[in-house]
């Protein structure tokens, strides 16, 4: 490699160099030298990007695995069934429901499911070891070439580390009956490292019906060579099994008849089984380098649900199974050039392709688990296809820019045990991505970013043209592929010394919203939302030993409909603020406090959720790095707010037959400690 080249490495590095990130907020780096053989990487595009590292999110306490996003400023988990169930995400004015307009992928891997059997673009990320995830980077708006489907609203790469420095054993015992263990070690195989790790967790709950959770996620990950050059082999594996406490309605517990940590059906609940391998190709190339991966993923669910209770069958009771059973397969490729232009330009191509075989997804009545009748049952082929472009021009000192196209094309295939049901469909999108960037002035940047972006609806409504309950009455297909609009304005700053600070002003616009329907358990396409709001974080360095950061965000989400405007389960305003001690002659200890705000559960506006508000604590101790203990006190103030609040009609024994509209909720669970003991070979 020349002289030549490696110089012009090294100055689009030093021109493009952008954000680190501290407590998840951007820090505008000092320049550094890049040698030729690493990978460049294009500078933060918008004040809402980046990455955490290993040490910070070991820093934080979390209750379960789906916590580790709210790692993304203004994101906020929440449950509203059992653990093996995926979380509820709110972000930018959206219930996600589990994850429609936020794109999650695990070392590349997807992790939304297209045409699912609960609900479109489910992201259940609960098969992560997260004690072994090695950085989360995590992008909002529909910006980013590389982000297709489902990332409208942002989306999240978490990444496994590459190796260990010593092999470790933990075992976790906490209240209501948890227990959790896990191996890992990264020995090192011929000219590379092997990363395994095994955990097993059991879990009975708080709630009044036990969970039985019995929980087991594997990895085996084999990686060689740099970030540039080599290549990485993975194998995953994940099992669940629960029993689900699940929402409640607020006349029952207010009149007596269950306790707030009580339930109505104990048969709710499920299991599920993901098995995936995956082969990343690095190396490279004239100018440039370049990147492919091949995947395939073997998912299976069963999810028994009742949320109406005796509804619409008074004698048996309205649970429901909805059963998904799928292979996916995929390949993404992307090369990236320097450009010999005037000025320094950086080109990158990339390629998505994915093919989802389910077989069958189906929807069932039952009672205590058992089927009584069909409602639907599909064979579901649906393939993908994604070609994107982003090219980043650095013009003066002071300003860049970066414009990017994606075009993708859909082929849904659906046979329905109805046959009225059953088709073919084709669909394709353009989405164009602007970004302009100015700065660094006194080290402060400032963003202007405009993107479309889009996600896909589910392959049956795609193809539907008959209610599949009576079997007659006509039904209108819904669009395949919905496009969002996005805008924001940002800046960020580290111009006060130990102080780093990010703000922007954005909108969204979605040619289709989807509104939740409580009495079926599930999204149908509505008219079209308007959504715009603020976002705020810092993260300030109090001293050597003590750290605060803190992210609040508003959104104003509205739906154009003559019902009301109001879009049920928006919320307005989300904060959180916490302080981290990382390190002092071997203690480490984090406080953090979750606020939900509270927002419309009905279009019109009428009844509303109520806010919640939590606070975790850790803190840990480390000897001769070789042993560890730390105490997690889950809920320290034993709050008694609501996980997530929904509002529909369900109907209890002896009353009335066409229900009772009242609030539905899961409670945040109480207050729990947990001791993990560490050993470090």
């Given at each position: 490699?020349?002289?030549?080249?490696?110089?012009?490495?090294?100055?689009?590095?030093?021109?493009?160099?952008?954000?680190?990130?501290?407590?998840?907020?951007?820090?505008?780096?000092?320049?550094?030298?890049?040698?030729?053989?690493?990978?460049?990487?294009?500078?933060?595009?918008?004040?809402?990007?980046?990455?955490?590292?290993?040490?910070?999110?070991?820093?934080?306490?979390?209750?379960?695995?789906?916590?580790?996003?709210?790692?993304?400023?203004?994101l906020m988990v929440t449950q509203h069934s059992g653990e093996g169930k995926a979380n509820q995400y709110f972000l930018r004015g959206f219930n996600l429901d589990h994850g429609t307009d936020f794109y999650a992928e695990v070392d590349g891997l997807p992790v939304n499911m297209r045409s699912h059997g609960h609900g479109q673009g489910y992201a259940d990320i609960n098969f992560i070891i997260p004690e072994l995830i090695g950085s989360l980077s995590y992008r909002k708006g529909p910006y980013y070439a590389d982000v297709g489907d489902f990332g409208a609203a942002g989306s999240a790469n978490l990444r496994?580390?590459?190796?260990?420095?010593?092999?470790?054993?933990e075992v976790s015992l906490g209240e209501y009956g948890y227990y959790s263990?896990?191996?890992?070690?990264?020995?090192?195989?011929?000219?590379?490292?092997?990363?395994?790790?095994?955990?097993?967790?059991?879990?009975?709950?708080?709630?009044?019906?036990?969970?039985?959770?019995?929980?087991?996620?594997?990895?085996?990950?084999?990686?060689?060579?740099?970030?540039?050059?080599?290549?990485?082999?993975?194998?995953m594996a994940y099992h669940i099994d629960y029993t689900a406490p699940d929402q409640i309605p607020q006349r029952a517990v207010d009149g007596g008849q269950i306790d707030r940590l009580g339930f109505i059906d104990p048969s709710d609940g499920g299991t599920v089984g993901r098995y995936?391998?995956?082969?990343?190709?690095?190396?490279?190339?004239?100018?440039?380098?370049?990147?492919?991966?091949?995947?395939?993923?073997?998912?299976?669910?069963?999810?028994?649900?009742n949320f109406t209770y005796f509804l619409d069958n008074p004698d048996d009771g309205d649970q429901f199974n909805q059963f998904d059973d799928r292979m996916v397969y995929g390949f993404s490729a992307r090369r990236y050039w320097l450009?010999?232009?005037?000025?320094?330009?950086?080109?990158?191509?990339?390629?998505?392709?994915?093919?989802?075989?389910?077989?069958?997804?189906?929807?069932?009545?039952?009672?205590?688990?058992?089927?009584?009748?069909?409602?639907?049952?599909?064979?579901v082929r649906e393939g993908s296809a994604g070609v994107f472009l982003s090219s980043t021009q650095k013009w003066t000192p002071w300003f860049r820019s970066q414009l990017g196209l994606r075009a993708d094309a859909y082929s849904f295939e659906v046979d329905s045990d109805l046959a009225a049901n059953s088709g073919r469909a084709d669909d394709a999108i353009l989405s164009p991505k602007l970004a302009l960037v100015f700065g660094p002035w006194s080290r402060t940047q400032f963003y202007l970013n405009y993107g479309e972006g889009f996600h896909s609806n589910d392959a049956r409504g795609v193809t539907t043209t008959v209610d599949p309950l009576d079997q007659t009455t006509p039904q209108d297909p819904v669009d395949a592929l919905v496009k969002a609009r996005g805008g924001e304005i940002g800046v960020s700053s580290a111009i006060v010394p130990g102080l780093s600070i990010a703000a922007s002003l954005w909108q969204l616009h979605f040619d289709s919203e989807l509104v939740y329907v409580g009495d079926a358990g599930a999204n149908e396409p509505s008219g079209a939302s308007r959504r715009r709001g603020v976002e705020l974080s810092l993260y300030y360095a109090l001293s050597d030993w003590l750290a605060l950061d803190a992210d609040y965000a508003y959104a104003r989400a509205r739906l154009d409909s003559e019902d009301g405007d109001r879009i049920p389960n928006s919320i307005g305003s989300v904060y959180g603020l916490g302080l981290t001690v990382p390190d002092i002659r071997g203690w480490s200890g984090g406080l953090r406090l979750r606020y939900l705000g509270g927002g419309p559960l009905i279009e019109d506006n009428s009844v509303r959720?109520?806010?919640?508000?939590?606070?975790?604590?850790?803190v840990g101790y480390r000897y001769r790095q070789r042993y560890s203990a730390k105490l997690q006190v889950l809920n320290l103030f034993d709050s008694r707010d609501h996980d997530i609040t929904y509002y529909y009609e369900s109907r209890l024994p002896g009353e009335p037959a066409d229900g009772v509209a009242d609030t539905h909720f899961h409670p945040v669970e109480p207050r729990a400690l947990r001791l993990t003991l560490g050993l470090e070979l």
């Open positions: 490699m020349s002289r030549q080249w490696s110089a012009e490495v090294a100055a689009l590095a030093l021109s493009l160099v952008g954000p680190a990130m501290a407590g998840g907020v951007p820090v505008e780096l000092d320049p550094v030298t890049v040698r030729a053989s690493q990978t460049l990487q294009s500078a933060a595009q918008s004040s809402t990007e980046g990455t955490v590292t290993a040490e910070q999110l070991a820093e934080r306490p979390i209750s379960r695995a789906g916590e580790l996003l709210e790692f993304v400023p203004g496994y580390l590459d190796e260990l420095p010593r092999s470790r054993a263990s896990l191996l890992a070690a990264s020995p090192s195989v011929l000219d590379g490292k092997l990363l395994l790790g095994l955990q097993a967790t059991r879990y009975q709950g708080p709630f009044q019906l036990e969970e039985d959770m019995k929980k087991f996620a594997g990895i085996a990950r084999y990686n060689q060579g740099s970030a540039t050059e080599g290549f990485t082999a993975s194998l995936s391998g995956a082969l990343e190709w690095r190396g490279l190339a004239e100018r440039g380098n370049w990147r492919a991966q091949a995947y395939a993923l073997k998912y299976r669910m069963q999810l028994y649900s450009l010999p232009t005037a000025i320094p330009a950086d080109l990158s191509l990339g390629l998505q392709a994915r093919y989802d075989d389910i077989a069958p997804v189906g929807l069932y009545k039952t009672r205590a688990r058992e089927r009584l009748a069909t409602v639907r049952e599909d064979q959720s109520r806010a919640t508000s939590v606070v975790n604590a850790q």
